[in-house]
């Protein structure tokens, strides 16, 4: 039903000469109803485990941290403030980015000469693609990611198109913006580049804005990278990290994760998209656009990144592909039938997976798609384990005993519920938690080690097991608490508890 799409994308020659009207109205309706599904959703499932991670980041702000620019934490930080500590509340900040991102596609499409029906598609169908709702329904410096890179594409886009220098200047301010965030943004930034060398137009290169777009980025950017230098740059090294430890798994699931992030059913859509561009003089100028999505995949494919890191270029094709696609769904009532059959398919399959549907029991088929649905689930039960094991200690030993974590997703939750329990802030070598410091010297009674960095320690002896809610399948289910010994000094046995990814 949809080859139509696919083959029917030719339009009349010519640049558009003036831009559609921005259907405000109607692309507003897509908004409210995205704003609705993710608030209502939001409290199902329990914190993320990097969503705890900001917290602890966030109650520390610092210029950096050995794993992230300090934006994400900055803004969860803000929420919880307004809002208050809970999943509800600091995903407000997912749910806006989310519309943010939605809007900004259907400006997209109307960069592109789409009218109101192409930029209504645009929106409803980056809102509700899957991995939009799974980033979108939990805060995550993906969540803030989308946001930034699709901003800056319609920037360079409408760059592009006018040919007025004086773009580069957002350019850069976003640029900046998404280095305190990520910096992935320099994969898209480097994309970018290559393609306007490559099929142009290359006049926007030509003059002293662009330099002066770098010179904003790097004003922008300045705190967290000094920062980073005076660390010893520790991104770089996580970064390496990552790609050495799931590097193959990443490249072989490449491809099919890019269809299962989108939709299968808006996949015609991107297709009909790139022909579009590619094919129609009038669009000649956004050809970088279309050649910065294999650009960027396949830099992810050579180092081992995440499927997703390939997303956000791919709204910009999605973007393209609404105006012929409501052309051909114009044609005739069956095609309108057929592709709401499977429009509703889609976003049914879409919400299973990225929004909290079904019961942690049931997260099976799942996981296989969005583990991070699993990371949801059980936390305050992790708590609740150690806070049993911390009340069995005798009362004398608990003034100088220690609650030691594998991972800052652990120690994150104990930070979050331990105090209702009576526990003392957590300790990890795990991430920025080894840059907040060790116990002190005077930490001389039992280490409660959560998990396997009882490895780590000597005398250790099992003495609880974590069990998640309801038999969710995750990470942290079968997790052992075990009782060590202390080291001799802290300070001495620190940087061999420390680790990164």
């Known amino acids: 039903m949809w080859m139509g799409v696919l083959v029917g994308t030719r339009e009349r020659a010519g640049v558009v000469a003036a831009l559609p009207a921005v259907a405000w109205r109607s692309v507003a309706v897509v908004l409210a109803v995205q704003a609705v599904v993710l608030t209502a959703s939001s409290g199902r499932y329990g914190f993320h485990r990097d969503e705890l991670y900001f917290l602890a980041a966030g109650r520390r702000l610092d210029w950096g941290y050995v794993d992230q620019p300090p934006l994400t934490p900055a803004l969860a930080r803000l ?28 400006l997209l499409a109307r960069e592109l000469g789409g009218g109101r029906g192409a930029q209504v ?118 970064a390496s990290g990552i790609s050495g430890s799931d590097g193959a798994e990443n490249r072989v699931l490449l491809v099919p994760m890019q269809i299962a992030y989108l939709s299968p059913v808006l996949v015609p859509t991107l297709v009909a998209g790139v022909r579009r561009v590619w094919r129609e003089p009038g669009l000649r100028w956004a050809r970088a656009a279309v050649l910065v999505y294999p650009l960027v995949a396949a830099v992810a494919l050579v180092v081992g990144g995440k499927p997703y890191y390939v997303v956000p270029p791919a709204l910009v094709l999605l973007a393209a592909g609404a105006e012929p696609t409501v052309r051909w769904l114009a044609g005739s009532a069956s095609r309108r039938a057929w592709a709401a059959v499977a429009a509703t398919v889609g976003v049914v399959v879409s919400a299973f997976i990225g929004l ?96 396997e960095a009882a490895a780590r320690f000597t005398g250790c002896a099992p003495i609880a097991t974590h069990r998640s809610p309801d038999g969710a399948d995750n990470d942290e289910d079968g997790t052992v608490v075990s009782r060590c010994a202390a080291p001799p000094s802290w300070a001495a046995a620190w940087p061999g508890l420390r680790h990164g990814y």
């Open 79 to 106: 929420a919880t403030d307004l809002l208050g500590a809970t999943p509800t509340g600091l995903r407000v900040v997912a749910t806006l980015c989310g519309m943010a991102t939605a809007l900004l596609v259907a």
């Open 121 to 238: 598609l645009a929106a409803a169908g980056t809102a509700l693609g899957t991995f939009v709702l799974v980033v979108t329904h939990m805060l995550s410096t993906t969540s803030v990611d989308l946001v930034i890179w699709t901003a800056l594409a319609l920037v360079l886009l409408r760059l592009t198109r006018t040919g007025d220098g004086r773009w580069w200047v957002p350019a850069g301010l976003l640029a900046g913006v998404g280095l305190q965030n990520k910096w992935l943004v320099l994969l898209l930034c480097a994309g970018w580049a290559v393609a306007l060398l490559a099929v142009g137009p290359r006049r926007v290169l030509r003059s002293g804005w662009p330099a002066v777009g770098v010179v904003v980025a790097l004003a922008v950017a300045a705190p967290s990278l000094l920062w980073q230098a005076a660390n010893g740059w520790p991104q770089l090294g996580l």
């Open 356 to 451: 909290p549907v079904l019961p942690p029991a049931q997260f099976g088929p799942v996981l296989a798609v969005n583990k991070e649905a699993g990371e949801q689930v059980g936390w305050p039960e992790l708590a609740d384990t150690v806070a049993a094991a911390w009340a069995a200690l005798p009362p004398g030993e608990r003034t100088s005993a220690v609650v030691f974590t594998s991972n800052y997703g652990q120690a994150g939750a104990l930070d979050h519920y331990g105090p209702e329990h009576g526990l003392p802030p957590a300790h990890s070598g795990h991430m920025s938690y080894a840059d907040w410091g060790p116990p002190p010297e005077t930490a001389t009674g039992p280490v409660l080690v959560v998990g």
